[in-house]
T-cell receptor, first 113, second 113 residues
Framework: GQQLNQSPQSMFIQEGEDVSMNCTSSSIFNTWLWYKQDPGEGPVLLIALYKAGELTSNGRLTAQFGITRKDSFLNISASIPSDVGIYFCAGQINAGNNRKLIWGLGTSLAVNP | GAVVSQHPSWVICKSGTSVKIECRSLDFQATTMFWYRQFPKQSLMLMATSNEGSKATYEQGVEKDKFLINHASLTLSTLTVTSAHPEDSSFYIC?????????FGPGTRLTVL
């Protein structure tokens, strides 16, 4: 099925550093979502973006919905060890009851204390 | 956020047996539920979408006779893996949507011996 281009695939950083990851698509989306998944758990929603150009923060996390509606980025500032996990972007076209999420391949983040 | 539970959290079964996984929305009514499977170090792959009271819509390549989905109420959906084989071993995650965002369950680890 269709998937989004998410990069980087993995990151290994020092505690306190800032992190940036992004997703791009050849298709336009109405909604961009960023999730975090811990090992053996389901994804947890971090930030939802509903409008082109929207910039939204959730604590140390900031995400933006690209103007072209084909991309989004997620920044994490001052990383801490509990930021470790896999981050997924997902795009959604808001049409009908069966609107689906299209997923990125994930960015695996490791933080060295 | 809304809570989605899954049961069991893990299951080990013999090849040829059937396994049922339950997904419940605990504090909201889910008009639509989704079932995903996830292989190690990969993204979520949508298997099927179900609306309460109607037949599930399966993604291309997913065998509907092997992965039986029942969405009998607004708070419960079940996935039955029939005649399970080792290649069915995976992490199965359900998701529920009441009207806006999707919320994910914690996942079920299925191991078929």
């Amino acid at each position: 099925g269709q998937q989004l281009n998410q990069s980087p695939q993995s990151m290994f950083i020092q505690e306190g550093e800032d992190v940036s990851m992004n997703c791009t698509s050849s298709s336009i989306f109405n909604t961009w979502l960023w999730y975090k998944q811990d090992p053996g758990e389901g994804p947890v929603l971090l930030i939802a973006l509903y409008k082109a150009g929207e910039l939204t923060s959730n604590g140390r996390l900031t995400a933006q919905f690209g103007i072209t509606r084909k991309d989004s980025f997620l920044n994490i500032s001052a990383s801490i060890p509990s930021d470790v996990g896999i981050y997924f972007c997902a795009g959604q076209i808001n049409a009908g009851n069966n609107r689906k999420l299209i997923w990125g391949l994930g960015t695996s983040l490791a933080v060295n204390p | 956020g809304a809570v989605v539970s899954q049961h069991p959290s893990w299951v080990i079964c013999k090849s040829g047996t059937s396994v049922k996984i339950e997904c419940r929305s605990l504090d909201f009514q889910a008009t639509t539920m989704f079932w995903y499977r996830q292989f190690p170090k990969q993204s979520l792959m949508l298997m099927a979408t179900s609306n309460e009271g109607s037949k599930a819509t399966y993604e291309q390549g997913v065998e509907k006779d092997k992965f039986l989905i029942n969405h009998a109420s607004l708070t419960l959906s079940t996935l039955t893996v029939t005649s399970a084989h080792p290649e069915d071993s995976s992490f199965y995650i359900c998701s529920a949507r009441g009207g806006g965002e999707q919320f994910f369950g914690p996942g079920t680890r299925l191991t078929v011996l």
